[in-house]
Nanobody
Framework: VQLQASGGGLVQAGGSLRLSCVASGRTFSSYTKGWFRQAPGKERELVAA????????SYADSVKGRFTISRDNAKNTVYLQMNSLKSEDTAVYYC?????????????????WGQGTQVTVSS
């Protein structure tokens, strides 16, 4: 599956952004969807993941209560709603897909990756 992420930008601390990731090529509903981020000088980390069944989610502790992952299977799209943004959320955000599996924090397991979208939060 091919992934195209969008929605990043520059926002003030406390603001909100919604990232979108559109899939093409295969049935996206069969994939666990993940959002990862990587800040300069840091390792890529899981932000949020949604199991392919839609029944389970996983969030980084640092974003719990502020970020929400959701999907629209009809549109082959996964979203990341980000509220109460902080300067430490500044990073390049990537969407990823893992076919029929649930190992959300293991980035090496994901089969497909989007190109990344920059999120910059100014304080």
């Amino acid at each position: 599956v091919q992934l195209q992420a969008s929605g990043g930008g520059l926002v003030q601390a406390g603001g909100s952004l919604r990232l979108s990731c559109v899939a093409s090529g295969r049935t996206f509903s069969s994939y666990t969807k993940g959002w990862f981020r990587q800040a300069p000088g840091k390792e890529r980390e899981l932000v949020a993941a949604l199991m392919y069944t839609g029944g389970r989610t996983s969030y980084a502790d640092s974003v719990k209560g502020r970020f929400t992952i959701s999907r629209d299977n009809a549109k082959n799209t996964v979203y990341l709603q980000m509220n109460s943004l902080k300067s430490e959320d500044t990073a390049v955000y990537y969407c990823a897909a893992d076919l029929l599996a649930w190992a959300p924090r293991e980035s090496s397991r994901y089969d497909s990756w989007g190109q990344g979208t920059q999120v910059t939060v100014s304080s």
